[in-house]
């Protein structure tokens, strides 16, 4: 594998996977598991709530939620801004089998978040390598759902906010600046455990869902995040900053590769002078000389 070359790691999966065998990190992410009828069940009557997404799926296409509704007696399908109950769990089943169809697709433990106007919310942590090869958090920002919508995704209807303003109505000051500490650790702490299995990574956009206890879920783990919503942020350097970290570390890894993998150069069509000439002259091997040629036999005729 190239080593320099800068990696995106797309699956859900191995990305849960890797987080799980940190044992810090393990307790803050929700169960995972790869999409079946029998996980489906299993997981729907140990959480009650459950995410369905797709395995490789970006910025919130196709997440779909379901849940156990009337103490346990039916069946309750969210997707986009429509919901629908079933009776059975075969029609449940059947009904995601559709939105799936032959898509690679995982179940996710649910975690009833935080909301800010009656509408989930949970918060974008950046991590990106800065100019001294050190792991920094560079930003965070607080994403709120569309109404009637499960997912908060700017680019599904999310809106932006200043996590402070959404967060103040559950921790008083100091609550809230340990909270952001604890984030941040947690932040750095998943980045620099994902770099030993993905050794290739410059930047995460980590999700972090908040339960009503305040501790932090790490819902998903982005490796191309988007960092235009920082464009947003309260602070109008965090933008040119993280592009300016982004910038370095691409200019960084395409000069270490050009060293590994030289380009050949041309020959000279430079003339020598003529000591050079002359040094040249003498290094090269002298000539063999060359074979008699043979004298041609006559034949004569009587």
């Known amino acids: 594998m190239n080593t320099m070359r800068i990696r995106r790691v797309r699956s859900k999966l191995k990305k849960s996977a890797a987080i799980d065998k940190h044992a810090g990190l393990k307790v803050f992410q929700p169960e995972t598991t790869s999409f079946s009828p029998e996980n489906l069940y299993q997981m729907l009557y140990k959480h009650t709530m459950l995410y369905i997404k797709p395995e490789g799926g970006t910025g919130g296409a196709g997440i779909i939620r379901v849940g156990l509704i009337n103490h346990s007696a039916s069946y309750l399908l969210q997707k986009d801004t429509f919901s629908e109950r079933w009776d059975q769990f075969d029609q449940l089943y059947g009904r995601l089998t559709h939105f799936i169809g032959k898509k690679k697709y995982l179940i996710q433990q649910g975690i009833h978040l935080l909301t800010h106007n009656k509408r989930p919310l949970d918060l974008r942590i950046m991590v990106q390598r800065n100019k001294g090869d050190a792991w920094e958090m560079t930003g965070m920002l607080a994403r709120v759902a569309a ?78 995040p988007d960092k ?40 000279s069509k430079a003339k020598l002078n003529p000591t050079a000439a002359k040094n040249v002259a003498r290094a090269r091997p002298a000539l063999s000389p060359a074979p008699p040629v043979p004298t041609p036999l006559l034949i004569r005729k009587d």
């Not at 209807?157 to 984030?183: C, F, I, M, W």
């Not at 910038?247 to 060293?259: A, G």
């Open 228 to 267: 235009n919503i920082f464009r947003f942020h309260a602070n109008k350097k965090l933008y040119s900053k993280m592009m300016s970290y982004v910038r370095y570390q691409v200019l960084k890894r395409t000069i270490k590769k050009s060293q590994f993998n030289p380009v050949p150069q041309p020959l």
């Open 147 to 224: 109404p009637r919508k499960v997912v908060t995704n700017y680019h599904r209807g999310g809106t932006l906010h200043q996590v402070d303003s959404v967060l103040k109505q559950y921790a008083d000051p100091n609550r809230l600046q340990e909270l952001k500490k604890q984030l941040e650790q947690n932040a750095l702490l998943t980045a620099k455990h994902l770099n030993k299995h993905f050794p290739t990574l410059i930047e995460l956009g980590i999700d972090i869902g908040l339960d009503k206890q305040l501790k932090p879920w790490i819902l998903e783990v982005n490796t191309q």
